[in-house]
């Protein structure tokens, strides 16, 4: 399969660590952001996703704070496994119709 | 529930030739997205449509690029003529209609990975 994220920030944890991977998002209208999940070969996978007017939301071993202020989206991922390796995008949407993607950071995890 | 379903899986056309691929999005959903994502980059949105209505195309370059969906189910993306720098993957997802206001996630093909050579 394609490498999507040959030229992408990386991080890199070891296995059972924590992770957190930061977006900065670029338009203060934006209402709605998504973190999605893409591995090689494949299409975006949905994460999770937050509105505007929260700034943190749980999941399955993830969580995804907002700071409208500085505009500024994490995802933290608890106890990484290897299959978390991947590349990572958070995308911000717009009046409900464009949604824009970041940049993406790639994610390695050291067994 | 079967995903989003696209085709082909991978193209390999010289510059000057016209490529072309197709949608079919989950059943039900309203919204259609195509993306182009080149290597090292996150999706860029070229045309979205809401059935069979462009809600925006403002990324599409349209001197080269065509899009249609016609019956407001699958969908079709044509490039011609086609330049080195369209290599890229092409991406389509959908989403369910908006309802209430409510925002919601889109759900993506693998996508049709094209090298123009």
């Known amino acids: 399969g394609e490498n999507v994220g040959l030229h992408l920030p990386t991080l890199s944890v070891q296995e059972g660590d924590n992770s957190i991977i930061n977006c900065a998002y670029s338009n203060s209208a934006s209402d709605y952001f998504i973190w999605y999940k893409q591995e090689s070969g494949k299409g975006p996978q949905f994460i999770i996703d937050i509105r505007s007017n929260m700034d943190k939301r749980q999941g399955q071993r993830v969580t995804v704070l907002l700071n409208k202020t500085v505009k500024h989206l994490s995802l933290q991922i608890a106890a990484t496994q290897p299959g978390d390796s991947a590349v990572y995008f958070c995308?911000?949407?717009?009046?409900?119709?464009?949604?824009?993607f970041g940049a993406g950071t790639r994610l390695f995890v050291k067994a | 529930e079967a995903g989003v379903a696209q085709s082909p899986r991978y193209k390999i056309i010289e510059k000057r030739q016209s490529v072309a691929f197709w949608c079919n999005p989950i059943s039900g959903h309203a919204t259609l997205y195509w993306y182009q994502q080149i290597l090292g980059q996150g999706p860029k949105l070229l045309i979205q449509?809401?059935?069979?209505?462009?809600?925006?195309d403002s990324q599409l370059p349209k001197d080269r690029f065509s899009a249609e969906r016609l019956k407001g189910v699958d969908s079709t993306l044509k490039i011609q003529p086609a330049k080195l720098e369209d290599s890229a993957v092409y991406l389509c997802?959908?989403?369910?209609?908006?309802?209430?206001?409510?925002?919601?996630?889109?759900?993506f093909g693998q996508g049709t990975r094209l090298t123009v050579v």
């Open positions: 997802a959908s989403s369910p209609s908006r309802s209430g206001g409510m925002n919601t996630e889109a759900f």
């Open positions: 449509f809401q059935n069979n209505g462009v809600v925006d």
């Open positions: 995308a911000e949407m717009i009046g409900g119709f464009k949604t824009i």
